[in-house]
């Protein structure tokens, strides 16, 4: 049985990360440095499950809500929604693989389907059976590709401007290839660090993505990206993430899925919600005015009532239903009312105590 770690008490650094093939990966984040004020550090451990290292955060008490972050970024994205959360579910967000303090995987299981398998062990390790996920961006596809393949038994699938359908065109063409050669490269992580060294460089980045955060989300961002071995996770990640298998596997989907899109999204077009929602059957796809990529930093409290307001919904006892997964018989549609817009409101205030 692996070691549950708490935070304080772990070597300086978050687990070095193994080399992948063709690449220098350096400077490793150090938790001792680096997290000495990450937020919601109180609610840090790190955790081994099947071989790979974890920094994982807990907090609050009830039905276990899991937060998948996006491509790029780390438990730190939920810094002022979790707390929120918190106060009515067990919130658990882990780093990705490769991302912040988690390590990366192995060669050749920064895949979706390898990254999702990853998961489903760190939430056998845990003994954790979450009955909602909410994933951001990429982790919305993690999220799916886990409900999926690892026979997931929750209730409901929470999509925060999904990234779930894969580029059209040229750019559909280009972009595996040339991801897998950024990744591939010795030097691209330390340029793409050094580059991060600049301010002004990390608010153009968040910027483009039509969201305006706080300087301290800017920040956070930043001490990521200056970070080489961040970046190679990060370009790891996107070398092997093949979504038109996902695409394919769509309309076998059988959990309640709501899509919550950014009407100012400029990564993730708004329009892909309602096109990934007709291809799902039972999903449900809601435009957020004025919110860009990073709605869940730029305004927390809405998007906590939001999602408070589906999870409660979904995880009423009257509602429980079959579990989430694929399913043989495509007639069969276990969300129907599940998803009534009733965004229950979920009070402010400081984070709930976190289960030990």
């Known amino acids: 049985m692996a070691r549950h770690e708490p935070a304080a008490r772990t070597a300086t650094r978050a687990g070095a990360p193994r080399r992948a093939r063709g690449t220098a990966v350096s400077a490793p984040l150090v938790w001792a440095r680096d997290g000495r004020d990450w937020p919601l550090r109180e609610a840090s451990h790190f955790v081994k499950a099947a071989g790979q290292r974890w920094h994982v955060q807990r907090l609050g008490e009830g039905p276990t809500v899991l937060l998948l972050h996006g491509t790029g970024a780390s438990t730190h994205s939920w810094r002022k929604l979790a707390p929120l959360l918190a106060q ?39 003994h954790v059976a979450p009955q909602a996920v909410l994933g951001h961006s990429a982790g919305a596809a993690l999220m799916l590709r886990l409900a999926l393949d690892q026979a997931w038994a929750g209730r409901v699938l929470i999509g925060l401007n999904a990234a779930l359908l894969p580029f059209e065109g040229l750019a559909g063409v280009a972009y595996a290839p040339m991801a897998r050669l950024l990744a591939r490269s010795r030097l691209v992580p330390h340029l793409a660090a050094w580059r991060a060294r600049d301010p002004r ?21 930043a001490r990521l990206l200056r970070n080489p071995g961040h970046v190679a996770g990060v370009l790891a990640m996107m070398s092997n993430w093949n979504l038109q298998a996902l695409q394919h596997d769509l309309p076998a989907l059988r959990c309640p899925l709501r899509l919550l899109a950014g009407a100012a999204d400029t990564t993730v077009p708004p329009a892909q919600a309602e096109r990934v929602a007709r291809r799902v059957p039972g999903a449900r796809a809601q435009h957020l005015p004025g919110l860009g990529h990073l709605a869940h930093e730029e305004a927390p409290g809405p998007i906590a009532e939001l999602v408070a307001g589906v999870v409660a919904e979904a995880v009423r006892p009257a509602l429980a239903g079959a579990a989430c997964g694929a399913s043989a018989d495509p007639s069969v549609d276990p969300s129907a009312d599940r998803l009534a817009a009733n965004p229950a409101a979920g009070p402010a205030g400081r984070p709930a105590p976190r289960r030990r």
């Open 88 to 126: 009515r579910f067990e919130v658990l967000m882990p780093d990705l693989p490769g991302h912040g303090f988690s390590a990366p995987l192995p060669d050749g299981q920064c895949s979706l389907p390898g990254m999702a398998a990853a998961l489903s062990a760190l939430l056998a390790e845990l």
């Open 201 to 221: 460089s990390v608010r153009r980045l968040i910027g483009s993505t039509g969201s305006q955060i706080d300087d301290e989300g800017v920040a956070l961002y």
